[in-house]
């Protein structure tokens, strides 16, 4: 008995490549839009944990100018917000020893930075005790975050983060965790993690409210989108994939997601490497219907022949009414 083996081939063909487009525009409705893409693509996909925490004066980084003699203040030289070299003059002090005239001390700025305070008036006494001038250097300042302890477990000295702040929002600033705190604080029940942050620029100042995505692991050739790209709800998310053939053509892609981080989003499926998305303008492409520009007439242009107003390409007989009659071709 002869058997006869059956073979069957399955070809595939990219889905977004046979879809047609949900949406075509014109050229002027694409420019007030301000549309911006970015390529889907398999890279290093950081896995983060999100804390919230604020600028400080990284230690030993914060000087305060005191009189070593009482007396009273003969001059002041400096304000708030000014920059001092170290052993500049902030201000002289009278000596409260008698002499005519009574005996003047200079003093110095101990480090060079920005003065912070100044706690002293012309005439005013002082004595050894007070801190008369404040003087910090913020030239590197420590982002302190505050991990929750159970989260506490995943942090380790070296580890990069990504920092944003509330006053510098279109700002992204990067360090690598410097020190973890011994112990966690009872009443709010988090760990200090510390990050000293170059500042050349002087942006950061003590007290700024900051947002920490800190990276704890990395998986290698992972498909993944910036998160501005991703529209829709919990339950039905999707993404608008510019066309590859029409221009100016939009395909409404469902994507089913994955981890995400700060910046990016995991596509377990839905799209293809070298898609490109709608990242800018991609909520508005979602109130645009159909579009300004009709399917048929995309495709027109494109081909450089008629077509059906469904996409479809035109028969022999539909070409030759089209053209005004049938000539028996």
Not at 12 to 26: F, N, Q, T
Not at 109 to 122: L, N, Y
Not at 185 to 191: A, F, K, L, P
Not at 248 to 255: D, S
């Amino acid at each position: 008995m002869k058997h006869i083996l059956f073979v069957s081939f399955v070809l595939s063909v990219p889905l977004l490549a046979a879809s047609k487009p949900d949406i075509i525009l014109d050229d002027v409705a694409v420019a007030h839009m301000n549309l911006e893409f970015a390529e889907a693509e398999e890279t290093a996909f950081e896995e983060t944990i999100f804390s919230l925490g604020h600028i400080e004066v990284l230690p030993g980084k914060k000087a305060v100018v005191s009189s070593r003699i009482p007396g009273r203040a003969f001059s002041v030289l400096v304000i708030p917000h000014q920059e001092v070299d170290a052993g500049a003059e902030v201000a002289w002090i009278e000596s409260r020893q008698p002499g005519d005239p009574p005996p003047v001390i200079k003093l110095e700025a101990p480090i060079a930075g920005v003065v912070s305070k100044v706690s002293i008036a012309q005439g005013q006494p002082v004595s050894p005790d007070d801190a008369l001038i404040e003087i910090y250097d913020l030239s590197t300042v420590e982002a302190v975050a505050h991990v929750p302890q159970h989260l506490a477990g995943k942090l380790k000295l070296g580890q990069k983060a990504h920092i944003r702040l509330h006053a510098l929002p279109e700002k992204v600033f990067e360090a690598k965790l410097a020190h973890i705190a011994v112990e966690a604080d009872e009443t709010t029940g988090v760990i200090e993690a510390a990050f000293h942050v170059a500042n050349p620029e002087k942006l950061l100042r003590p007290g700024m409210k900051a947002e920490f995505s800190i990276v704890v692991s990395q998986r290698e050739s992972v498909m993944s989108i910036p998160r501005s790209a991703v529209q829709g709800d919990p339950a039905q998310r999707f993404v608008y994939v510019k066309d590859f053939e029409l221009k100016n053509a939009f395909v409404k892609a469902p994507v089913t997601l994955g981890a995400q981080n700060d910046r990016y989003v995991e596509v377990v499926s839905g799209l293809l490497p070298g898609d490109e998305v709608v990242t800018r303008g991609a909520y508005a492409l979602a109130f645009a219907g159909k579009g300004s520009v009709s399917l048929k007439e995309a495709l027109d242009a494109a081909h450089g022949h008629a077509h059906n107003e469904d996409g479809t390409e035109m028969s022999k007989e539909q070409l030759a009414k089209a053209s005004g009659g049938d000539h028996g071709h």
